[in-house]
């Protein structure tokens, strides 16, 4: 499979972007709404015109249109044709090929069977629910066997348990098939859990790009680690396993205890919302659990942040508003931190 | 049927029983001042009887259909193929859209003065008449149909590979059809009007030249059944449409 280059792109938001796309990665774009996501995915696949160049492979595409650059695209509506049935909308590419109709069958029966799909094949896009509705697209885009693979949100307006579902199922083609694929999300998780590599863009500029856990463990710069949310970064300085799936791990003062089926944890990422701060003993073990400063207070829009040493580790909580006015903490202040420990990430070494 | 249809059907149909009971009454009691203005309905089906059984009416019928349908079909095929060419060339569009929005608002009796020094009192002129009532509506409804398709269907057709030509009669085409069936239902029943209208002006024959002449022997009853049958195929040739559209695009239409 072919890799992508952008060089000095522009087009709308986006501005002077260069990019490579390794050939048979997951490549994750992630960003706020209105960032330029859908407009790069436009961009590679030519259904937008912009200045600059796209190779594809060896090849610069810049005068090739969309219906030959090979491309396969799940946009973010879908854009099922809402006059065909499944099936015809799995076969509209196969039947622009001018392939004999027995193999499209074979073709359209194989790609329904990969996607579970096979018992809607005579339904209307409007008669699905909104997973089939996907596992359709996601055919319909494979269908003609692209080199490179385009993917809108392809788990958006999912419940959860159905995008996990889903999400597990297209990992599992796209590992099969090795296509090229461009992913777009904003839901970091996901973007941790599939990619091989990711990018944030904001603003129409691509602001890093890098292996998931660089991404999450070394923001290059406060707009990325705004968006990753992970601003608190604790070095460890040593590790031990207490019990089977519990690790106990030491930073500077800190000694936390944490779910962590590995041993050496070099590394751990909290995620602001979920350090609660209390200028009385909260209750319970005093389990993870620590005394800091104050070293600064900024309110913003409806949350408060506050800044707190705890030794040598600065740690960012955020608060609501209502909840920070019930405390009364000021800046030199001790207080109580709790981590909570849903939302940890690791690094090993 | 279910029962609750069949008490809503008998529940439509009720007004219309009673408006043709109160007619009767009327008709039969004298109520307007002399049953040669007003005849009752019993009266205006008895001549309907005649009409057919002499073929008076059949005759007329016969001339006025023929005229409606080839006027509207040529009407709507032309207009349907204009429509298509400028929603999906933007270069055809600004060259036939100024004269195109110049020439609908006029109501299309208003050419019917032109065309009679034009074309002649004849068979062309009453079929002209009607291709142009149906033209320019199904015109703009189907270029609005076609340029209102959403550009993702057509990206998506194009990143699939499709030629310029499957993507407008496999995608865009079907994808604008309500809008198409818009102006052809539109001008089903309008036909019809202007049909008789160009017909009580100028034509010798069909149902607008009986109207004309029931009019001068003062025969009310003849006016009805001009009236119920204009009535009749405007409605038939709405239903039409909408029968269509249901076959064509009901099967996926809510996917709106």
């Given at each position: 499979m072919p890799d992508i280059r952008l060089v000095n792109v522009s087009k709308h938001i986006c501005r002077d972007l260069n990019l490579t796309i390794n050939d048979g990665e997951i490549f994750v774009i992630v960003g706020s709404t209105g960032a330029g996501k859908t407009t790069l995915l436009n961009i590679i696949a030519g259904v937008t015109n912009y200045s600059g160049n796209v190779f594809i492979g060896d090849v610069c595409?810049?005068?090739?249109?969309p219906k030959k650059r090979g491309v396969g695209y799940l946009f973010q509506g879908l854009a099922?044709?809402?006059?065909?049935t499944v099936e015809s909308n799995i076969s509209f590419g196969l039947k622009t090929m001018g392939l004999e109709e027995d193999v499209i069958k074979n073709r359209v029966d194989s790609l329904m069977e990969m996607v579970r799909i096979k018992h809607l094949s005579g339904r209307f896009p409007h008669m699905l629910s909104g997973g089939e509705k996907k596992r359709v697209a996601l055919a319909r885009s494979l269908a003609p066997s692209p080199q490179i693979l385009l993917l809108d949100e392809p788990t958006s307006s999912l419940d959860h348990q159905t995008a996990k579902y889903l999400r597990n199922e297209l990992m599992v083609i796209l590992r099969k098939l090795r296509i090229t694929t461009v992913y777009i999300t904003h839901d970091l998780r996901e973007a941790g859990e599939i990619a091989d590599r990711i990018a944030f863009i904001s603003d129409g500029r691509i602001e890093q790009v890098s292996t998931p856990k660089e991404f999450f463990f070394n923001p290059k710069n406060d707009c990325v680690s705004q968006f990753v949310g992970m601003p608190n970064i604790i070095e460890c300085t040593s590790s031990r396993i207490l019990a089977s799936g519990l690790v106990e791990v030491i930073s500077d003062k800190m000694k936390m205890v944490l779910p962590y089926d590995g041993s050496d944890i070099k590394k751990i990422a909290i995620p602001p919302e979920d350090i609660y701060i209390s200028d009385i003993m909260p209750p319970g073990p005093a389990l993870n659990r620590f005394i800091g400063i104050v070293e600064k207070i900024t309110k913003l829009n409806s949350t408060v942040r506050v800044r707190v040493s705890i030794g040598k580790n600065n740690l960012l909580a955020e608060l609501p508003e209502n909840a920070f006015d019930e405390l009364s903490i000021e800046e030199g202040k001790e207080v109580y931190v709790v981590i909570k420990l849903r939302r940890l990430r690791y690094i090993e070494s | 049927m279910k029962k609750t249809d069949r008490l809503q059907t008998i529940w439509g149909m009720l007004p219309v029983l009673v408006f043709l009971l109160l007619w009767e009454i009327v008709g039969r009691f004298n109520f307007f001042p002399g049953q040669f203005f007003f005849p009752p309905f019993s009266s205006v089906l008895k001549e309907f009887y005649h009409l057919t059984a002499n073929g008076v009416l059949g005759k007329n019928f016969l001339s006025s259909l023929t005229r409606v349908l080839i006027g509207l079909i040529t009407g709507s095929i032309t207009g349907i193929a204009v429509g298509i060419l400028m929603g999906w060339k933007d270069i055809v569009n600004k060259a036939l859209n100024p004269i195109i929005s110049l020439l609908y608002p006029i109501p299309a009796l208003g050419w019917l003065p032109l065309l009679m020094l034009w074309i002649?009192?004849?068979?062309m002129l009453p079929i002209t008449i009607i291709f142009i009532c149906s033209f320019f509506p199904v015109v703009y409804n189907t270029t609005t149909g076609i340029k209102n398709v959403d550009k993702r269907y057509i990206y998506a057709a194009e990143t699939l590979g499709a030629s310029n030509m499957r993507i407008l009669f496999k995608v865009v085409v079907p994808l604008a059809l309500p809008n198409i069936f818009t102006g052809l239902k539109l001008e089903a029943g309008m036909s019809w009007r202007v049909l008789v209208a160009a017909e009580m002006v100028a034509i010798p024959t069909g149902i607008g030249a009986l109207l004309m002449q029931a009019e001068s022997l003062v025969r009310v009853d003849i006016i009805m059944v001009c009236l119920i049958v204009l009535s009749i195929m405007c409605l038939i040739f709405e239903k039409i449409f909408t029968l269509a559209e249901r076959y064509l695009v009901g099967k996926w239409s809510n996917y709106a």
């Open positions: 595409v810049d005068k090739i249109s099922l044709f809402p006059h065909m | 002649g009192i004849n068979e």
